[in-house]
């Protein structure tokens, strides 16, 4: 089946430092999305990129569509504490089709 | 804002046993969908529905589950004959006709004991 690899799985930084992920996939997407979810929570939207090459911002976090469109990353700039929680990628492969593939998270704990 | 919910938060159930777990999408989307997420791994699809009827389903979506949208407002999950493995959080979403992202409900969270 398809497989999105997301690294990493987790992360230890210092409130403040700029965060990087990404995911990989050796299948073509054509939408990517990143969520983010918190314990007991449902995941919540936070970028969706639907061209190769787009780079887009919201706030402090931007997320770009790989050119090969097989891998998008996300950024965080100047973490701060509520950005703790599980960032999962997600994609659709196939044109038309409803589901989303996800990646296995990034955990990020921020130290203050 | 909008947003999809989900009841109960918590069902705790006895194997074997039939639950249905119930979603309310946002209002104007066409698309619905169940992901479910075993504890500490990543979210999984199961299936989605659109004009009434089931448009794509998983693997795990066996004949154990069904899915049906009773009225114009709610969109039901069934499972028939509980396992232990089914124990999870399971999430609906939904998604409008333009843009296609899917939006989640907070998930419930079954116990099968």
């Known amino acids: 089946g398809q497989q999105l690899n997301q690294s990493p799985q987790s992360m230890f930084i210092q409130e403040g430092e700029d965060v990087s992920m990404n995911c990989t996939s050796s299948?073509?997407?054509?939408?990517w999305l990143w969520y983010k979810q918190d314990p007991g929570e449902g995941p919540v939207l936070l970028i969706a990129l639907y061209k190769a090459g787009e780079l887009t911002s919201n706030g402090r976090l931007t997320a770009q569509f790989g050119i090969t469109r097989k891998d998008s990353f996300l950024n965080i700039s100047a973490s701060i504490p509520s950005d703790v929680g599980i960032y999962f990628c997600?994609?659709?492969?196939?044109?038309?089709?409803?589901?989303?593939?996800f990646g296995q998270g990034t955990r990020l704990t921020i130290n203050p | 804002e909008p947003e999809v919910t989900q009841t109960p938060s918590h069902q705790v159930t006895q194997m074997g046993q039939e639950v249905i777990l119930r979603c309310v999408p946002i209002?104007?989307?066409?698309?619905f969908y169940w992901y479910r997420q075993i504890l500490g791994q990543k979210v999984e699809f199961l299936v989605s529905?659109?004009?009434?009827?089931?448009?794509?389903k998983s693997e795990i979506f066996d004949d154990q589950f069904s899915v049906e949208r009773p009225d114009g407002s709610n969109f039901t999950l069934k499972i028939r004959s509980t396992k232990l493995e089914d124990s999870a959080m399971y999430f609906c979403a939904s998604s409008d006709l333009a843009k296609n992202i899917q939006y989640f409900g907070a998930g419930t969270r079954l116990s099968v004991l």
């Open positions: 209002s104007n989307h066409l698309y």
């Open positions: 299948s073509i997407f054509n939408t």
């Open positions: 529905f659109y004009n009434n009827e089931i448009s794509e």
């Open positions: 997600a994609g659709r492969i196939i044109q038309g089709a409803q589901k989303l593939v």
